[in-house]
């Protein structure tokens, strides 16, 4: 059974694959990494099939949101020109760093953290972080109140987001949001994080999306010529 408060997805293998470059030290892409992160973001882009209505009462057992999150370091100014519509974009800039791709459960109106531990202190990437996150219902659509703190190597870049990001974001059932911030204004970096939801009303719902999740993630690594370990 999937615990809501442990149960933690990293996108470890793909984050591997796209080794992207952080505000330090940018450097070339490689083709292999532009078409991790590409297929990557083909993924996130992809509904997971819905599900069939079965007999009888809805299950009633659970009141709690999946919720899966990619978390990207870009410049500012790549932010501000990306949306949903371009998304794929992405995989040929220069600058893009993907950050972490947790996966959590959490009751409605209860708040729930999501902590991912740093690289290695020599690498000058963007790494770490702290992410907590309250889900409330409104007008059939999810809010989602977050605070992100941020680690990094550089000691600056450290003081400037010591103080937590604070933020909102609307989602819809199984389709992906994009939100915006800005965590580095002298660097003019920022954070691009795309979002899906899905409310959790029993175990069929959590088996149902934990066999998207997986079906996607196998295609994802088979299209970017990797093999599930």
Do not use: Y
Not at 27 to 52: G, K, N, V, Y
Not at 115 to 142: E, F, Y
Request: proline share 5%; net charge neutral; hydrophobic share 45%.
């Amino acid at each position: 059974m999937l615990r809501a408060d442990s149960w933690l997805m990293r996108g470890t293998l793909l984050l591997g694959l796209v080794g992207c470059s952080g505000a330090e030290a940018p450097r070339q892409p490689t083709a292999d990494s532009r078409r991790a992160l590409s297929e990557f973001l083909t993924a996130m882009s992809t509904r997971c099939p819905e599900r069939q209505a079965g007999s009888g009462q809805p299950s009633t057992e659970r009141d709690q949101l999946f919720v899966e999150v990619a978390i990207l370091d870009v410049p500012s100014a790549v932010a501000a020109a990306t949306s949903l519509a371009n998304l794929q974009d992405l995989s040929q800039s220069l600058r893009v760093q993907l950050v972490g791709v947790p996966h959590v459960i959490v009751d409605f109106e209860h708040e729930a953290e999501i902590v991912t531990a740093p690289n290695d202190a020599a690498d000058q990437r963007l790494s770490g972080m702290r992410l907590s996150m309250l889900p409330h219902r409104a007008d059939g659509v999810v809010v989602l109140d977050m605070k992100l703190a941020l680690n990094s190597p550089s000691s600056n870049v450290v003081a400037a987001s010591s103080v937590p990001l604070t933020f909102s974001a609307t989602a819809r059932q199984n389709e992906l949001t994009l939100a915006r911030v800005e965590w580095d204004a002298a660097s003019r970096r920022s954070l691009l994080l795309l979002f899906k939801t899905f409310e959790v009303r029993g175990e069929q719902d959590l088996r149902a999306i934990f066999e998207c999740k997986m079906q996607q993630r196998a295609e994802a690594l088979r299209r970017a010529g990797a093999s599930p370990p």
